[in-house]
């Protein structure tokens, strides 16, 4: 069975410092991968995603980035960390467009 | 451009008080209709995909209903266990992204 892993599970970084944050896939392959971000009230906001490795599209103009490195993996970084990227990140997987989202467990980031 | 209504934004029952969440929607040419539930602090899980007007699909005490233009889950006789956020989304045929709607927050008091 196919699961979704994505780490950690909380964070609690200072402004400007660097941020990595990694989801990866398991039995499965060539999986549709995403980004998004949740903030508090509001809905999901689409960061990024990748039909492929090394193919990411970019979803909202920001300081954050997203790689894939591997088929299965898919990171999301930052060089200097801003207060508003504070939120619940989540990472999800699909097998292709018309199916559902297996999402992550998310993880949340406070920026202090 | 693709949007997704849903309503009512909260909704408090007792247990056992069935009752409609409602997810209105446009989309040129509709590839897939999904409800989630989120639980707080958690990730969303999937629950149905509806693909065309007519369409139900059951899980326990949930049941999804589409037509052209909305979705309903009906739930019957809640338990406080079905309190979470229900999130709907709706993907375009040819796009890789779907729409998501604000969610409604649902409470189930015992």
């Known amino acids: 069975s196919q699961t979704i892993h994505q780490w950690p599970a909380t964070l609690v970084q200072p402004v400007g410092s660097p941020l990595s944050l990694e989801c990866t896939v398991e039995g499965t392959s060539n999986p549709n991968l995403y980004w998004y971000r949740q903030a508090a009230g509001r809905g999901l906001q689409l960061l990024f995603y990748s039909v492929g490795i090394g193919q990411i599209s970019s979803e909202v103009p920001q300081n954050l980035s997203a790689s894939r490195p591997q088929d299965r993996q898919f990171i999301l970084s930052s060089k200097k960390l801003l207060l508003s990227d504070s939120g619940f990140y989540l990472c999800?997987?699909?097998?292709?467009?018309?199916?559902?989202?297996?999402f992550g467990s998310g993880t949340r980031l406070t920026v202090v | 451009e693709d949007q997704v209504t849903q309503s009512p934004e909260a909704l408090r029952l007792q247990e056992g008080e069935s009752s409609s969440l409602n997810c209105s929607y446009t989309?040129?040419?509709?590839?897939?209709l999904f409800w989630y539930r989120q639980d707080p602090g958690k990730g969303p899980e999937f629950l149905f995909t509806l693909y065309s007007a007519g369409e139900e699909k059951e899980k326990e005490r949930l049941k999804a209903t589409l037509t052209k233009k909305e979705s309903f889950l009906h739930i019957t006789a809640p338990k406080p266990e079905d309190s979470a956020t229900y999130l709907c989304a709706v993907q375009a045929g040819g796009s890789y992204i779907p729409t998501f709607g604000r969610g409604t927050s649902l409470i189930v008091h015992p």
């Open positions: 989309v040129s040419g509709l590839r897939g």
């Open positions: 999800a997987w699909t097998g292709g467009a018309g199916y559902g989202y297996t």
